[in-house]
């Protein structure tokens, strides 16, 4: 067998880690995370269950090279990040609709990890503690975030499309 070095060879094309779409890394990263959830027992509600992932799986991309985190954030305020509906407390119920409970999640998690950091959502799987993971209780984030999303705020054309999106 030859050894190759270097970039991976595939399809006759090489690739280097930085040529792998940032997309593709986040979903990479965003299932990694769901499998160390279920091998922890961990079981959330929606925004938190699905949300550290899809954070997790963004900030694997920035960790890695491929895209920076500003940039990121940028994109994923621009995404429907910054319309008021529906509420984080709703999407601890139910995490079915709208098209962008993802990036809500995404961003409730971003303000969250703000303060404690990366290493606090390993001390929640592990004890399940909101308060003592986070420093707050969560009714109390859930207020405080509300009052944040305010301040993101997407450009124009992104919000009407978002209006768009959610109300069809």
């Not at 030859?2 to 997309?23: F, I, K, L």
């Not at 985190?69 to 429907?80: E, G, Q, R, V």
């Not at 995490?95 to 995404?106: E, G, K, L, T």
Request: net charge negative; glycine share 10%.
């Amino acid at each position: 067998m030859m050894e190759q070095e270097g970039p991976c060879q595939a399809g006759g094309s090489s690739r280097t880690a930085n040529s792998v779409p940032p997309v593709l890394a986040a979903t990479a990263g965003r299932c990694f995370f769901h499998i160390l959830q279920q091998q922890v027992g961990f079981s959330g509600d929606g925004w938190v269950l699905e949300g550290s992932a899809e954070y997790t799986g963004y900030k694997f991309t920035a960790d890695y090279g491929l895209m920076p985190f500003a940039t990121i954030k940028s994109w994923l305020t621009n995404n429907c990040g910054a319309s008021n509906e529906p509420s984080l407390r709703d999407l601890e119920i139910s995490f079915i609709a709208p098209d962008n409970r993802y990036v809500i999640a995404w961003h409730a998690w971003d303000y969250l990890l703000d303060g404690p950091g990366f290493s606090a959502i390993g001390r929640y799987l592990g004890f399940g503690i909101f308060s003592g993971a986070f420093g707050k209780r969560l009714n109390q984030f859930y207020d405080d975030f509300e009052v944040y999303r305010r301040t993101l705020r997407p450009t124009p054309a992104t919000a009407a499309a978002c209006q768009i999106l959610n109300h069809s």
